[in-house]
């Protein structure tokens, strides 16, 4: 249910929130309602017509290698569990980079009825976020999905 995950997350209207990992935009288009400005950053740049169309700023680019920006709220949902593979350093330093306060992910719980073969656990999210200057706020778990919020901790 997207409304309650957009509730969970709390986003705020003076917010910047950039949406890793956007595809064809579904939280963007939720998120645009509520925060100041949204920026999808996607490889793929199928869906930025649109999402140009409803006020969201897109960005074509590699998440492994993306770390321009700077951004109250850095969103990334079903995408960690496949890029941690290739370039889980990269990636976690440059969402370190880009986040001014909060991160939250969003990925495929050990359930394995629905999604993708390859999963992350919740507990090796946490440990990869730590070891980056994030702290966990809060969890909720969803129906194939878990749900984490972070707090970029002091520098």
């Known amino acids: 249910d997207i409304n309650e995950i957009v509730d969970f ?90 986040t001014k306060k909060y991160f939250a992910i969003m990925d495929f719980n050990e359930a394995r009825m629905f999604g993708p073969p390859m999963r992350v656990s919740k507990d090796e999210v946490i440990k990869d976020l730590e070891k980056h200057g994030f702290r966990l706020l809060k969890e909720k778990d969803l129906k194939y999905h878990y749900l984490l919020v972070f707090e970029k901790v002091g520098e």
């Open 9 to 98: 997350l709390e986003i705020k209207r003076d917010m910047d929130v950039a949406d890793l990992g956007a595809g064809d935009g579904y939280f963007s288009k939720e998120f645009i309602k509520f925060a100041k400005s949204v920026t999808a950053i996607d490889i793929d740049n199928t869906y930025f017509k649109e999402m140009n169309e409803l006020g969201i700023k897109t960005v074509q680019s590699d998440l492994c290698k993306y770390s321009e920006g700077s951004f109250d709220f850095t969103f990334m949902a079903n995408v960690y569990h496949g890029l941690r593979l290739g370039c889980k350093e990269s990636l976690l330093k440059n969402i370190e980079k880009i």
